[in-house]
């Protein structure tokens, strides 16, 4: 039985669904600033479109739980990160190790752990549920205009396929809801959940106005899903299917070229474009502190900033989390950070050490390739491996390589005492919220879709101008600044041919440490898969030597699937079956 809170007498509580006012908007002005007070029922909402708004932030807040929801083991996020070839376990030596399970596909790594998905598991039928309910409710609710319905209808659409096209990549046999009930369902065969995505994700393309929210009033509207962000989607879950299932969909519509098609829409929209150098995409790889103690710190960010023009579309976050049950933080951050527990390097911050990098991915760049060091921190280069001050947190790392995620990792920054007038680092959040707690109040945006991938896509797809689209990508990494500030090529840029070969291995490093690399591998087959992300890396474990293992066995035996969590099975009275291998 499908574990969730009051799903059959479900209450709409519009203060509740107001989070996401906070949960997914930028910290200024934001697109879902909406409050009530009053307490509605279904019997006595869904009348108007003010309700259906306040429904479909509901719909939103309820996807960004996902990630944000307490006891989550990070994710779909860090789930896709720790499966790929990119990264191992890490956390800390005395953690119970389900990091490890997921990372080596072996549940005696942690025997215990066998419900590490549970919270994914509920927090993603909840957020289902509620798009379902808005579905459910649209032919009551007295529209004032067509455009407004396909709108909102498209975008709680699209939250619904985002939502499944997570769950049927990680646990392949789910059951599959699209009304809103609470019922003991057995699992569908993946094809009728696909179908649910693709049609879902053609109605938002179809039905969202191309002036719906406008990338020239970001400020107001990012994180909103867009006409280009649903073209931009389908394509993804269309390359995901016909790479890991061996087939074409079967939805009318969905076909190859009508994806491409999609993809040369948003292009040609003009709306999107790469931002000039890659490291202003994230924040840590543009951010740097100058001065001293005596003259004052003073920071230097060169950020593009949240909604930037490469953005397509963003999980939202915000750092006015507390313990009180408002999950609107990106909570996943904090255990990419450094592992450390009051010691700060600037510009980062402190963490749990989770997600070390594999060396392999450091050595996979080019010289002169800008993504590199955009996107990995190098605790040897940097000075930090050698500062006695790490010593702590590295006795107590697990999976230790010297290298860990940069391009999401938590923030320091410096601040001058009022009184004393002295210097001391903090975290970057302190000060911001109800208290800034640097564990619930990351609010860096998971960037979903960025404008690289809709043009590596649709070279993938064979578009004629698919040489053009992947020089663009390649161009960008290879973009210097030299002394007086000018953008320039560097002389170890090469051109490549958009091949195949060479598309999927721009991908590796275009998209590193975004959650892609997993599933770009899994759709290229699991025999394929496998190959790549086994093998023996030797790592240090509390400062000893050990080495990380994983056996080609382990991701093939499981068809690449994730364990579906043993409460759940128990709860449906063995309606729900185990994943072959878990």
């Known amino acids: 039985m499908l574990k969730s809170k009051n799903m059959n007498n479900y209450k709409i509580y519009i203060m509740a669904l107001g989070l996401a006012a906070t949960s997914l908007a930028s910290c200024t002005a934001d697109f879902l600033d909406v409050e009530s007070k009053v307490e509605s029922t279904t019997d006595n909402f869904y009348r108007t479109e003010s309700d259906a708004y306040r429904a479909l932030i509901g719909c939103y807040d309820g996807w960004q739980c996902t990630s944000s929801n307490p006891g989550n083991i990070g994710g779909f996020y860090m789930a896709s990160e720790l499966m790929a070839d990119e990264c191992f376990g890490g956390t800390g030596m005395s953690d119970v190790g389900n990091y490890q399970v997921v990372d080596r596909f072996d549940q005696s790594q942690a025997p215990s752990e066998l419900n590490i998905y549970e919270q994914d598991w509920i927090s993603y039928y909840a957020a289902v549920y509620r798009c379902n309910e808005l579905i459910a409710h649209e032919d009551q609710i007295a529209w004032n205009s067509e455009e407004t319905r396909g709108t909102y209808m498209g975008e709680c659409r699209a939250l619904r396929a985002l939502c499944y096209f997570d769950m049927v990549r990680l646990w392949g046999n789910i059951p599959l809801f699209t009304e809103p009930v609470n019922e003991n369902r057995p699992q569908v065969d993946p094809d009728e959940v696909y179908n649910v995505i693709f049609s879902d ?243 860096q945006d998971f960037v979903v879709m960025r404008y690289a991938d809709v043009l590596l896509m649709a070279a993938e797809l064979g578009s004629s101008n698919a040489q053009e689209y992947f020089n663009q990508v390649r161009e960008r990494a290879f973009t210097e600044e030299d002394e007086e500030g000018n953008l320039t090529l560097s002389t170890y840029y090469r051109e490549l041919t958009a091949t195949q070969t060479n598309i999927m291995n721009e991908r590796r490093l275009e998209f590193a440490f975004e959650g892609q690399r997993y599933w770009d591998l899994l759709r290229q087959g699991v025999d394929y898969a496998a190959s790549q992300i086994a093998g023996n890396t030797s790592v240090e474990n509390g400062g000893n030597p050990g080495t990380v293992s994983i056996t080609a066995s382990n991701i093939t035996s499981k068809q690449g699937l994730s364990q579906i969590p043993n409460n759940q099975i128990t709860l449906s009275n063995g309606v729900l079956v185990q994943n072959e291998g878990w």
């Open 201 to 443: 994700l053609l109605y938002a393309a179809e039905n969202i106005p191309a002036s719906a929210y406008p990338k020239s009033d970001a400020a107001n509207n990012d994180g909103h899903i867009t006409k280009y962000a649903a073209e931009a989607l389908l394509a993804r879950v269309y390359l995901f299917y016909t790479g890991y299932y061996g087939k074409e969909p079967s939805v009318e519509g969905v076909t190859r070229q009508s994806v491409l098609d999609g993809l040369e829409d948003v292009i040609a929209s003009g709306e999107f474009s790469l931002v000039p150098q890659f490291k202003n995409l994230w924040p840590a790889a543009s951010t740097s502190w100058e001065g001293n103690a005596t003259t004052g710190y003073t920071q230097t960010s060169t950020y593009a900033g949240r909604g930037n023009a490469e953005t397509v579309l963003a999980m939202k976050f915000n750092y006015t989390s507390d313990y009180n049950g408002n999950a609107d933080g990106n909570r996943w951050l904090v255990n990419m950070g450094i592992r450390s527990i009051n010691v700060y390097w600037t510009p980062y911050g402190r963490g749990w050490g989770a997600c070390t990098v594999n060396p392999n991915m450091w050595m996979a760049y080019n010289t002169g390739d800008t993504r590199r060091e955009a996107s990995i921190i190098n605790l040897v280069s940097e000075g930090i491996a050698d500062d006695p001050n790490y010593e702590t947190g590295y006795l107590e790392q697990r999976d230790y390589t010297g290298y860990t995620v940069k391009k999401y990792t938590t923030l320091s920054k410096w601040e001058q005492n009022e009184t004393t007038g002295e210097w001391a680092l903090t975290d970057e959040v302190t000060g911001l919220g109800s208290g800034g707690d640097y564990m619930i109040s990351q609010y």
